[in-house]
Each structure stands twice: as C-alpha cells, then as structure tokens.
C-alpha cells in the first residue's frame, strides 16, 4: 500500500502545499487582525457579522464564474495571482493604519476585495491538489494537506493576536511579506496543464451545478457540511466571546481562533495513519453531531480552558467532514470539470463560514453571543439527524471509492 514516504515523493504537491500554507497563515493573521480592528473601531457584533457578509456575497455571485476559469487557465498562476492581490489588500490596510485613515468604511470595502479574491482562489487550489498525486494516494495527500493548513491555522491566529498586540502595523506587514513569498513558490509548481476547448455559454457554468445535483452523495455531503457550519460557526463571535465572557484580549482571541485548528491538526494525523475504509457516511454524520454538541459546550462555557477545549474538538470533528467531503469530491469529478465542481464546493464552504459569521453576529445583536452559539449548536445536532433520512445514499456509503 503507498506510504507517506510516496506521498512526499512528488516535489511539486510538496511546494505547493508549502505555498497553501504559508497562504493560509498569512489568511488567518489578516483575519484575526481586521476582526479586532473593527471591534476596536465600532465595538458592535453587527459590523463583525457585515465583514463576513460583505466577503460572501461578491463570493457567491462570482464563483460559478471563477470556476470556470479554473478549468481554461494554468491553475497554479490563478493561485498565485489570487495570493498575490491578498497581500495588496494587507498593504493597503498597514497604510491605512500608519496614516491614520482606516475606518469602518475601509474594513468592508476591504472585506469585498477579498470576498472576489477568494472566489477564485478556492476552486484553483482544490481543482490542483489532484493533479500532483495519483488516486490511490489522494485520501492521504488531501489528510497530509489538511494537516499543513490546520498547522497553519493555529500558528496564523496566535501569531497574528501577538503582533497585533504590538500594533496592526506589524501585523499586517508580516502578512505582506508571508503573502508575497507563497506567489513567488506557487509559480514554481509543475503540471501538465489540459487545455479545453468547451465553449464559454451558461451552460458550461453550470455543469459544475448540474454534476452535483444529479450525484446524490456529493449534493448531500457539501449540503451537509453548509447547513451545519452555518449555525454551528461561532467564530465571527469570537472577539464578544474573548473580551466580554472570557476576559482575554488579543492574545486570548488569537488562542481561541487556534483552538479549532488544533483539534483538526490532531485529527488529520489520525486520518493520515488510519484513513477510513469503511462506514465512511456514518462516520461523516456523526462528526458532524459532534461538532454540533461541542459548539454547544463552547456557548455555555465561561472558563478560558474549556472553551478552548471544547473548540479544539469543533474542529476534529469538522476535519473528519472536511477530509472525507473533499477525498468524495475528488475521486467522483472528471478533471475537465473538476474547476466547475470545486466552484460549487466554495459556494457552500462560502455560505456555511461568511453567511454563518453574518448570522450569528445577527442573532448576538438581538439575543446575545450565548443564544447565538447554543442555538446553533442544537441546529447543527437536528442537521446531522436530519440528513440521516434525506440523504441515505449517504448515509450508506461504505467506502470512498
């Protein structure tokens, strides 16, 4: 059976994992950085909520679009170009700041930059992945992926809550510099780039759409993970949660944006040693309950130790969802429309992260964090019971293949 050792054998997936998490860090810094910024600046849970509103909705209208650029053009350079522009945006907030000019205004703008930004980032970078490994080591190349970028979602959260203690300037300096090295090693990936000739109309922007819609296990699967992140996602809480139930500042958020992260790190190792062979539907419901039961933990939870325990299990139990849903993904999409069915993916991934944040900091404003996250908690458990009849090809399924 091919090992970790033939997995790393193929240099390019290496670099390009390495650029994906140097990207990645980068990302997660700039978040932690922009959300305190806003809280410092207006204080109000509903201007948290508009940044994540503000990023889904030129994603959601772009995506389909972006998708279908993914399959016409080298998906390595529409990466890098992607990356490229993020550390513009960083540059263009360290100047905002040190000229004494960043405002509300500016951080939505600026959340719509990245909003269509990463519309095209998210179909290239998972469109990639399965052309720099052969099938039978997919599942492992996605697990070992998913633990670089997990790695990097802890060490991006707590270094970006440190530098920004110091200052934003230096946070988003650092982002600039980490954004502008993943370009520069993404151009140097390698692949046999197919050039296809379908012509551009309505309806080769939807075959993406259309392939997951007729295939049950994929619609299922990304439906799954978007309802269940939409109420269960607390992160756009976080900074309420960190200075006002916590009592932490920048540091503490920083550490509790790590928390989930962690927990997935620790999970995708497991999955890297013993991926799942069988019951994989089952196994993809009840992470899922998991993840539901755990946010509930978290919303209850006023001691700093528990709530990051309780998220660090949030995020095992996603990565066993996230892991699963992509390796499906994958090995069920022809490459001719894999950019398509990638696009498809981000539209959910979208909805259930930016729309998830809007909600939540809606419900927050109204009701309190506390209401928020508990209720979401319960949602996501009624979700994973739910999917349970709507879905039982799903449900079934006893192998990735």
């Known amino acids: 059976m091919p090992s970790l050792k033939h997995l790393l054998a193929h240099r390019n997936f290496v670099r390009f994992m390495g650029a994906r998490f140097l990207a990645v860090c980068a990302s997660q810094m700039l978040m932690v950085a922009v959300a305190w910024h806003m809280y410092d600046l207006t204080g109000s849970a509903w ?81 990639l992945t399965p052309m720099l490994v052969p099938k039978d080591l997919l599942q492992r190349g996605v697990a070992l992926s998913s633990s670089a970028l997990q790695a990097a979602t802890i060490g991006g959260p707590a270094l970006g809550g440190l530098l920004y203690a110091q200052g934003p300037l230096a946070v988003y300096g650092v982002c600039v510099v980490v954004m502008l090295v993943s370009s520069v090693l993404t151009l140097s990936v390698r692949y046999v780039h197919h050039i296809t000739h379908e012509a551009v109309s309505w309806g080769s922007a939807m075959a993406g759409v259309m392939f997951v819609w007729q295939n049950k296990i994929l619609l299922g699967a990304t439906s799954l993970d978007l309802f269940a992140v939409l109420l269960g996602g607390a992160t756009a809480l976080l900074p309420m949660y960190a200075r006002d139930i916590l009592h932490t500042g920048p540091e503490g958020l920083g550490l509790l944006r790590a928390a989930p992260a ?56 996603d990565n066993v969802s996230v892991v699963t849903r992509l390796t499906l993904m994958q090995l069920q999409t022809p490459d001719d429309i894999r950019g398509r069915v990638a696009a498809v993916n981000s539209i959910f991934i979208g909805a259930s992260n930016q729309l998830g944040e809007f909600e939540s900091g809606s419900v927050a404003a109204l009701w309190g964090p506390v209401v928020s996250v508990v209720s979401g908690g319960v949602g996501t458990m009624l979700i994973a019971a739910t999917w349970l009849k709507l879905f039982p090809t799903l449900a079934s399924r006893d192998r990735m293949q």
């Open 47 to 127: 201007d948290l909520g508009l940044v994540g509103l503000f990023q889904f909705v030129p994603a959601l209208l772009l995506t389909l679009p972006a998708g279908h650029v993914a399959d016409r053009v080298h998906r390595g350079r529409l990466f890098a170009t992607c990356v490229a522009v993020q550390a513009t945006v960083a540059a263009l907030l360290m100047w905002a700041t040190w000229r004494a000019f960043a405002s509300r205004e500016l951080i939505l703008c600026i959340s719509v930059v990245l909003g269509c930004t990463r519309a095209f980032q998210m179909p290239a970078q998972q469109a």
């Open 262 to 317: 962690t927990g997935a790190l620790l999970m995708s190792f497991v999955m890297l040693r013993w991926p799942l062979r069988r019951h994989v539907g089952y196994s993809l419901l009840g992470a899922v309950a998991v993840f539901g039961l755990a946010t509930v933990v978290f919303g209850v939870s006023n001691h700093f130790g528990l709530s990051l325990l309780a998220l660090a299990v949030t995020g095992a139990a």
